[in-house]
């Protein structure tokens, strides 16, 4: 009995040694190689996935083996009448299917995913069954994909299977290659424009990343996908539905401090904005931004994360008449 309750008494102790504080509602981190969970949090619940969506897109655009160098012209169907979200690409514009790829990827452009669908052979409709093929053949189950931008509520998931698609993902050079670049000049008709990558920590001191995708609508919250190595370890995380920029890169930022086993989490204050980091020898410092409440673990534990134990020539295509 009082072996029992030693045991038990331990284990408590161990688990809240390693609460995290979390911003995300679902958090989910694996490791890449043995399969062993390291956090999570909610790892079930299905959720509006975002521009989560785009690696989804790519992977079946790379899939069909296209002419990469095709020329593709963004078409006024292209944009986006859902969230009326901004973009940079012009209708009109000439651009190879590569570099509308690395603009759906890196930088989030929606136009330039919907001209990846749109071109896809057999069109949109030619697309959308080769996606559902697609999440069938990786085992997504709880996964819905009725669009390629992510605009749409409906793109639905949990981290459970993004972290499947990420490791997916993950396989494909072309993806990885596009998603950890920081910046990178396109030529759009004749011009070089030069885009961002969405993610901050891109290209940051101290920051070793294999794959990354952000997400945003108002349903999703802020959301994010990426592989890192950290403390010897190559890990995937998957978050969902922060409240904000900030923390979204809080919660990355108390992973990779917890895959080290550094000591104590990042606690900082919210805000709308992304915050600002100072890169160190060791590790990003995240500085506070404006006045809000500070993320941290409620007395009935439903923001906390616990560490939980392993489980077993170009060519022109031509824009679509309406019929």
């Given at each position: 009995m009082l072996k029992k309750l030693f045991a038990a008494v331990a284990l408590s102790f161990s688990v809240s040694a390693f609460a995290v504080p979390f911003g995300s509602q679902s958090v989910l981190v694996v490791e890449d190689d043995t399969g062993k969970i390291l956090l999570e949090k909610n790892a079930d619940r299905v959720a509006p996935i975002a521009s989560l969506t785009k690696l989804m897109t790519a992977m079946v655009v790379l899939d069909a083996k296209q002419?990469?160098?095709e020329l593709i012209e963004i078409d006024r169907s292209d944009v986006d009448t859902v969230k009326h979200s901004s973009s940079r690409v012009p209708v009109g514009s000439l651009i190879s299917r590569r570099d509308v790829l690395q603009l759906a990827l890196m930088s989030s452009d929606n136009r330039a995913a919907a001209a990846l669908a749109r071109t896809y052979p057999g069109g949109l409709e030619g697309?959308?069954?080769?996606?559902?093929?697609?999440?069938?053949?990786?085992?997504?189950?709880?996964?819905?994909?009725?669009?390629?931008?992510?605009?749409?509520?409906?793109n639905r998931s949990t981290a459970g299977d993004l972290v499947k698609m990420a490791n997916a993902s993950a396989k494909y050079p072309t993806i990885t290659d596009i998603t950890t670049q920081s910046k990178e000049l396109i030529n759009i008709d004749g011009r070089e424009v030069e885009y961002r990558n969405t993610n901050r920590l891109v290209g940051a001191k101290g920051w070793d990343i294999g794959l990354s995708k952000t997400g945003y609508i108002q349903e999703a919250g802020r959301c994010l996908i990426m592989n890192i190595k950290a403390g010897g370890k190559n890990a995937t995380m998957v978050l969902l539905n922060a409240g904000a920029s900030s923390a979204r890169i809080l919660d990355a930022l108390n992973i990779r401090r917890f895959i080290t086993g550094e000591e104590a989490p990042v606690v900082a204050r919210a805000s709308n904005r992304a915050p600002r980091f100072k890169a160190s020898s060791s590790r990003a410092r995240i500085k506070a931004t404006a006045s809000g409440p500070r993320i941290k673990a409620s007395a009935g534990g439903k923001s906390k994360v616990k560490a939980v134990k392993p489980r077993a020539k170009a060519k022109v295509v031509p824009k679509r008449r309406k019929k």
């Open positions: 002419d990469m160098d697309f959308k069954a080769a996606v559902r093929r697609k999440i069938a053949a990786l085992g997504m189950t709880h996964t819905v994909i009725e669009e390629p931008t992510g605009l749409n509520p409906h």
